[in-house]
Structure formats: structure tokens, C-alpha cells
């Protein structure tokens, strides 16, 4: 090989952190604090093995969309407004990993037909059921009724939550309402009847323009909740456990990683690692003790997948 074409190639070689075919498309759903913390972890877990590209929704079109995913490059949407995007423009090529989707979002998803399911991945916004459960027995341990209120979006989710309460003896009440009106009784129903009340991401059930007066009215019942967020903790949840943005974005990278060294993705599932958060003044309020923060943890940390 001639010498100008070797040093040519080395100068090539050193100056591309990846090739054209190790770019990854990150498709933020906000241009919001929580979003950008994904991105940021994402790229730190991937370092130089991927050329990281960034997108906010309001700034990619469908046309976009479909040029991306008519190529080979790593589409990572995040957040469930961006992932219902790509999927509905998806061309069928690309392979898919979102991030910060509940579950049951990621199950209802339509793809492309003939789409190999092994290009479409995700790491899950809510708890495994053994995570949940396990926290509401650290921090209640004299709880034995669990509360519940879905709807129907999460059937399956409240099924896998039954089943895992039965092996623990515990009692789960379950409330499913088909729209926010039938909230306020199904609420009320379903506190009757428990020792504390457990609280799964659902748009309908539990968002931002309801969560402050279900935790005032579980207030009012003297029933302490477990949430799912650090949000929720502070507007008024006894304690959550929940994985943040920066652990989601972090073993998003580390399943673009494994898309790049082995040729597929890690099967969709939940993050691996959680944290938890406590609401001292509600748990006085309410004349809640709770365990240590060190003996919390040590049963959840005994239980992450």
C-alpha cells in the first residue's frame, strides 16, 4: 500500500469516533430537564463507541422519522410521546430502543408488520412487581391490604401485581376505571379497604392534573402511599422507589453497546437499578415509623434484577 493512502486511512481511522454505521439517534420526547438527563447519562455510559445524535420531537417531521428509520442506525426514543412517534412512522429497517416507557405502553405498541422483534427493545420507566411489593413490606411491614386503582392500560400490570402479592400474603384490592371521572369513588373504594395505597405510572388514573388530590384525599382516609417518582414523594407519597432518568439513560447505553458488540439488543425490561426517596413529614403526619433508610435499602438492593 502505498504510503500517502496508508497515513490517509490512519488519519481517517483517529479522526471518526464512529463509523456511519455506529450512530445512534436519541428522540427526546421534551426538551425537559428529566429528558436531557437521559441523554446526557446515555452518552457518558457510551463514551466513544457511537456517534450520539440528539432530536427533540418538535424538531424532527415524519419525513425524518422515516429516513432514519429506513437505515440501519439505532433509533432511541425517550419518553412515551417520542416512542409513539417512531412507532407509527416507522419504515421498518432500523432497529429501536426506547427509554422512560411504562411497560404496558411498550406491550401495546404497533410496529411495522414483518418488523423482527429483535430490533425493538426498551428500558421500562415503572417498577417490577417484586420491587414494589418488597418496598411497601420494608416500609409497612404491619401492612397486609395493598390498594390499587388502573385503568385498563394496565390490567396486565395489576395481574403480574397480584400474583406476586398472593406469594406474599399480602391482599391486593384492585379498582379499574375507564375514565378520570370515576376516579373520586373508585379512590374512596378502594381505600376502605387498605392499609396502604400503591401507585403505578397510568395516564388516567394517576397524572399531573389529578396526583395532588389523590394524595390529598388518601390524606384525608390516614392512608400512607407508595409512589413511583421522586415528584410524587414530594408532593405528598410516603415513599417511592423509582429509577431515575441518569440509571435509565445509563443501561440504555449499555444495551446500544450490547446492539454493537453482539449484533442484537438485550430483550425490553426493567431498569436494573432503582432509588427510593421518603417524605418524612407526611410519615409524622399520618404517625407512620419507618424502618431505617439503611434496612429499606438493603431489602430492595437484596431484590433489583
Known amino acids: ?76 426514543p425517550v419518553g412515551v410521546k417520542a416512542t409513539r412517534f417512531v412507532a407509527a412512522q416507522h419504515a421498518g429497517q432500523a432497529p429501536v430502543l426506547a427509554l422512560m416507557i411504562p411497560r404496558a405502553t411498550s406491550e401495546k405498541l404497533k410496529w411495522p408488520a414483518g418488523m423482527s422483534r429483535k430490533k425493538i427493545s426498551a428500558v421500562f420507566i415503572d417498577q417490577p412487581p417484586e420491587r414494589s411489593l418488597t418496598l411497601v413490606e420494608a416500609a409497612f411491614p404491619a401492612a397486609r391490604n395493598v390498594g390499587l386503582v388502573i385503568s385498563s392500560e394496565n390490567e396486565a400490570v395489576a395481574k403480574a401485581l397480584a400474583r406476586e402479592a398472593a406469594r406474599r400474603n399480602l391482599r391486593l384490592t384492585v379498582e379499574t376505571i375507564t375514565g378520570p371521572e370515576a376516579l373520586p369513588s373508585a379512590l374512596r373504594r378502594v381505600l376502605a379497604e387498605s392499609d396502604v395505597l400503591l401507585l403505578v405510572p397510568d395516564a388516567v388514573a394517576i397524572n399531573a392534573s389529578n396526583a395532588q388530590n389523590v394524595l390529598l384525599t388518601t390524606y384525608r382516609f390516614r392512608i400512607p402511599v407508595v ?31 450490547r446492539l454493537v458488540e453482539m449484533g442484537e439488543l438485550p430483550v425490553p425490561r426493567h431498569a436494573r437499578e432503582s432509588s427510593f426517596a421518603f417524605n418524612s413529614y407526611v410519615a409524622r403526619s399520618l404517625g407512620v415509623v419507618l424502618p431505617s433508610e439503611a434496612e429499606i435499602r438493603r431489602k430492595l438492593e437484596s431484590k433489583n434484577d
Open 1 to 76: 500500500m502505498p504510503r500517502w493512502i496508508f497515513l490517509c486511512c490512519l488519519f481517517w481511522s483517529l479522526a471518526s469516533p464512529a463509523s456511519a454505521e455506529n450512530v445512534v439517534h436519541l428522540i427526546l420526547s421534551e426538551d425537559a430537564a428529566a429528558y436531557q438527563e437521559v441523554a446526557n447519562s446515555f452518552r457518558a455510559g457510551i463514551g466513544p463507541r457511537l456517534n450520539v445524535k440528539v432530536w427533540t420531537l418538535a424538531d424532527i417531521d415524519v419525513a425524518q422519522v422515516r429516513n432514519l428509520t429506513g437505515g440501519s442506525d439505532l433509533v432511541v
Open 227 to 257: 409512589g413511583f417518582s421522586q415528584g410524587l414523594t414530594k408532593a405528598g407519597a410516603v415513599v417511592s422507589v423509582y429509577s431515575s432518568p441518569a440509571q435509565i439513560g445509563l443501561q440504555g447505553a449499555q444495551f446500544a453497546a
